[in-house]
C-alpha cells in the first residue's frame, strides 16, 4: 500500500479556474504538509496541519487554502489559478517531533 | 535562522567510482541533517539522517554521509555510484527540535552516472 498517496498526478487547467489536488497517507501521521517545487526544483513549504490545527503558513497567497477533514487527509485548494502557479506540488506526512517527512509522488500542475 | 548551500548543482561520475555530494550548512544551534533522493517523477525519499549521535551516518543504498561540525559540513558519499542512482539529491536542515515543520531544504545537486 502506499503510505502517502495524492491525486491527480497531473493537472492541466486554464488561467482563472479553480482546482484541488486531493492527499492521504496511512501511516498513522498526525502532521501533514504541502511543499511546492518549482521548475528549479526548489522546495517551498506552504502549510501543515497538526490535529487539524494549522500550524505554518508561509508567505503563500490566501487564493490557497488547506482543507483537512480529519488526520489522514490533507487536500489542497486552488482559487483562481494564475500561470505562477504551474509546479509540482507535494503532500508529506510525518509525526509530530519527528523527522522524516514521508513525500507523495507529487502532483504536476500547469496553468495555461 | 539556519541555511543550507549544495555547492554542486550538477555532479556526473561513471559507473562503478565514488561518489561526492557537498553539502554546507548554517545553524544557531545543534542541527538535525538530513538527504533526500528523488528519482524522476517521483516523491522525496530519505537516504539518511544526522541527529547529533555517530557523525558517520550509513544510509540506504550504499550512501554514507558525515558530519564535521568544524567545517560546517555533511558531504554525501558513495564508493561506487550505479547507473541506479541517477537523481536529484538534497541536503536538509532542520531546527532545534528536529521538527520537520522547521526543514530548510537545499537546492538540490543532480547527481548522472554514465557507463
Known amino acids: 500500500d502506499t503510505a502517502v498517496s495524492q491525486t491527480p498526478k497531473y493537472l492541466v487547467t486554464q488561467m482563472g479556474n479553480d482546482k484541488s489536488i486531493k492527499c492521504e497517507q496511512n501511516?498513522?501521521?498526525?502532521?501533514m504538509y504541502w511543499y511546492k517545487q518549482d521548475s528549479k526544483k526548489f522546495l517551498k513549504i506552504m502549510f501543515s496541519y497538526n490535529n487539524k490545527e494549522l500550524i505554518i503558513n508561509e508567505t503563500v497567497p490566501n487564493r490557497f487554502s488547506p482543507k483537512s477533514p480529519d488526520k489522514a487527509h490533507l487536500n489542497l485548494h486552488i482559487n483562481s489559478l494564475e500561470l505562477g502557479d504551474s509546479a509540482v506540488y507535494f503532500c508529506?506526512?510525518?509525526?509530530?517531533?519527528?523527522?522524516?517527512?514521508?513525500f507523495g509522488n507529487g502532483t504536476r500542475l500547469t496553468v495555461t | 535562522a539556519q541555511s543550507v548551500t549544495q555547492l554542486d548543482s550538477h555532479v556526473s561520475v561513471s559507473e562503478g567510482t565514488p561518489v561526492l555530494l557537498r553539502c554546507n550548512y548554517s545553524s544557531s544551534y545543534s542541527p538535525s541533517l538530513f538527504w533526500y533522493v528523488q528519482h524522476p517523477n517521483k516523491g522525496l525519499q530519505l537516504l539518511l539522517k544526522?541527529?547529533?549521535?555517530?557523525?558517520l551516518v550509513k544510509g540506504i543504498n550504499g550512501f554514507e554521509a558525515e558530519f564535521k561540525k568544524s567545517e560546517t559540513s555533511f558531504h554525501l558519499t558513495k564508493p561506487s555510484a550505479h547507473m541506479s542512482d541517477a537523481a536529484e539529491y538534497f541536503c536538509?536542515?532542520?531546527?532545534?527540535?528536529?521538527?520537520?515543520?522547521?526543514?530548510?531544504f537545499g537546492t538540490g545537486t543532480r547527481l548522472q552516472v554514465m557507463l
Open positions: 501511516l498513522g501521521h498526525d502532521t
Open positions: 536538509v536542515v532542520s531546527g532545534p527540535t528536529g521538527t520537520a515543520s522547521k526543514l530548510t
Open positions: 508529506a506526512s510525518s509525526q509530530e517531533g519527528e523527522s522524516p517527512l514521508h
Open positions: 544526522y541527529t547529533s549521535a555517530a557523525t
